[in-house]
């Protein structure tokens, strides 16, 4: 028997250092992306399940929930560059899976203007999946950008991506 790491553990610290409290929690949003298999399906299933309980729960006005989520998706990102760019740094891993923080925030972008009501949910959820996961053009390119603005910025096209197909749909449903 070996002293070696398992190959699976979730998430590896580079051996003596600390993990940074705040980015961990915010990157993995609330450890949502330690959920076991596909992470970021869990990351977007949490942010759904979030925006379902702001939007039954308080009952908010259409204008309100815009303008939360406007200023979920902003504080996602806001945080979300930052808190991916040590977390991969920490983990030794340039885009970790257990970062979750871009699929939360891709989804919320996916979640703009839908009606409150689980078959809507569901279809942005789908459609922010696909797109999250085939990254058409320039979402795939956009990986490219250096650390945390990578891990980000292609979940935040995947939501663009998203959004669009589901205001469509929208529209001829």
């Known amino acids: 028997m070996t002293n070696s790491p398992t190959p699976n553990t979730a998430a590896p610290a580079i051996p003596g250092q600390k993990r940074t409290r705040w980015a961990w929690t915010v990157a993995t949003f609330f450890g949502a992306g330690f959920g076991k298999p596909g992470p970021g399906t869990w990351g977007s299933v949490a942010a759904v399940l979030l925006w379902a309980a702001e939007s039954m729960a308080g009952h908010p006005s259409a204008h309100t929930l815009l303008v939360g989520l406007l200023v979920w998706i902003a504080l996602s990102i806001a945080l979300g560059v930052p808190a991916a760019t040590i977390v991969a740094r920490e983990s030794g891993r340039k885009d970790p899976q257990f970062v979750v923080i871009d699929e939360v925030a891709g989804q919320w972008i996916a979640l703009l203007f839908s009606p409150v009501d689980w078959k809507h949910a569901l279809i942005a959820l789908a459609l922010f999946r696909l797109f999250d996961i085939t990254k058409p053009f320039p979402a795939r390119q ?21 959004l669009g197909v589901a205001s469509l749909l929208r529209i001829w449903i």
Do not use: T
Request: charged residues 20%; proline residues 5%.
């Open 142 to 162: 956009l990986e490219s950008l250096p650390e945390g603005w990578g891990i980000v910025f292609d979940d935040v096209a995947a939501g663009l991506y998203a």
